[in-house]
């Protein structure tokens, strides 16, 4: 298994400039905005499938939100999300 990273290490060099600092942090700035848009584009793709299939469940006479009330009685109660700088 991966070891976690710490907090430290998504910081840059202490002693790098100002500049270097700046430049790390605008480079990852943009690196994670390219991502985001990635991931709302696979977002986007992965809601119209789900929505062709619903359609086609919908033809076949399938009730999905009887199913849905069925599944949230039988799941169990979900734990509190960590907090992202505890995940780090």
Known sequence: MAEKKKK???????NASKD?????????LSTLAKERQELARILQIV???MQL??????????????EAHTAMQDAPPKKPAKPIDEML
């Open 8 to 14: 430290d290490e998504i910081k840059p060099d202490v």
């Open 20 to 28: 270097e600092q700046v430049g790390f942090h605008k480079g990852s």
């Open 47 to 49: 809601e119209q499938l």
């Open 53 to 66: 299939h619903i359609g086609a469940l919908k033809e076949l006479g399938i009730d999905l939100e009887k």
